[in-house]
């Protein structure tokens, strides 16, 4: 499954009265959520088979990059007790709502479950990121209007 193909279904779910769609393909699984604002967001990928995974790894908050020097910090960081809370999609980073609001979080600021934490903007829709976990922001690794990957670590979190 290619980029273009996860938009289309994103698109098709957006128009949609769904609330989740979870597409399997192969080895391949998606899974789309409709947030409170009517955006849609691309959880992880996972593999089809989820008993194979250890718990960490299903989930959008914390997961691992290709990359060899990103594997070794994110060991460090489990390590610490750090989370990652990473993109769920490709777009571009916003700390608040508007350019003259305040940011929806800051450093060292105590976060719970659901508080919205950032906004990405992808396609002209705004998707309101929320937190996974309850804790305190240690660092904020995105700067506001700055472009981000898909996985890539926007927030760490002290749980």
Do not use: W
Not at 82 to 102: A, E, K, Q
Not at 106 to 120: S, Y
Request: glycine share 6%; charged share 20%.
């Amino acid at each position: 499954m290619n980029l273009n193909e996860i938009k289309q279904l994103i698109e098709v779910v957006n128009s949609s009265d769904l609330q989740e769609a979870i597409i399997e393909e192969g080895a391949l699984k998606i899974i789309l959520r409709r947030f409170v604002t009517g955006t849609v967001a691309l959880t992880q990928p996972l593999p089809a088979t989820p008993a194979a995974q250890p718990a960490a790894a299903q989930s959008t908050v914390s997961s691992g990059n290709a990359a060899g020097s990103d594997s070794s910090l994110q060991s460090s960081e489990m390590l610490s007790g750090l989370i990652d809370i990473c993109s769920p999609i490709v777009g571009t980073f916003y700390r608040s709502p508007s350019p003259d609001s305040d940011p929806f979080v800051a450093v060292n600021d105590t976060i719970h479950k659901g508080d919205v934490l950032c906004i990405i903007e992808a396609m002209k829709l705004m998707n309101e990121i929320e937190a996974e976990v309850t804790g305190t922001v240690v660092e904020v690794l995105v700067e506001n209007g700055q472009p981000v990957e898909y996985d890539q670590p926007l927030f760490r979190i002290k749980p």
